[in-house]
């Protein structure tokens, strides 16, 4: 594996390198560090091999207020081009692999690159997003693919900058839905402390009718 740093843009962190994926040869790629989100864009070219892969830090997609547990994952790869994975709809430049255009997310979790069998890969789906088999040597390759970026990633020295830029990028987004949550249940509150008012009224009501002498 080798890679040479330039700074092609005002805030943007620039590298060219490759991986070595054994017997599907080397992958190069061209990565671009978003600084405002801590998103890097793996732009690929190999063997039968082309498009992009995000690497996300999961602090991305998770609630910053929350301190990070056991079922966060290490890393997020994305299949395309994903500078703002929040909202995400249209993926430009998907990763194909033998001419077969993969879709969707995969999460690395600790140990997940040392077991073969808890790798996961991405998706084939039609234009309706119904998912398609996959065929064997595609998979195989898209395996190496994943294994060897997600390795390469998680090497790098500046993942604790990226995940606080993640952390960062994420509060607009989780501060809009905490404040939902807030004000839903402010109005619960106080709909259920006027119905409470109501209740205790029309108790009072009843009780001053028993203790009201007989006419």
Known sequence: ???TATTPAAGQHQEHGHVDL????LLHFTSTTEPTTGCVIYRLTGTRI???ISAVPPAYAHDPSEPPGPARPELVLISGAQPHPIGRRHRAEPLTVFGVDLTGDCNIYPGTLADSRRLPLFQREDEWGQRLDIPPATR???AAVLRA???HHLRRPDLDQLAQAAALAAVPTWLVIHHGQL???ETAV????EARAAAAERVQRLRALLAAPAA
């Open 190 to 193: 106080r709909r259920a402390e």
């Open 183 to 185: 004000v839903k249940s």
């Open 149 to 151: 970026l997600a390795g």
């Open 22 to 25: 054994g017997e599907h040869g």
């Open 50 to 52: 082309s498009g992009a």
């Open 1 to 3: 594996m080798s890679s």
């Open 140 to 142: 195989r390759r898209c």
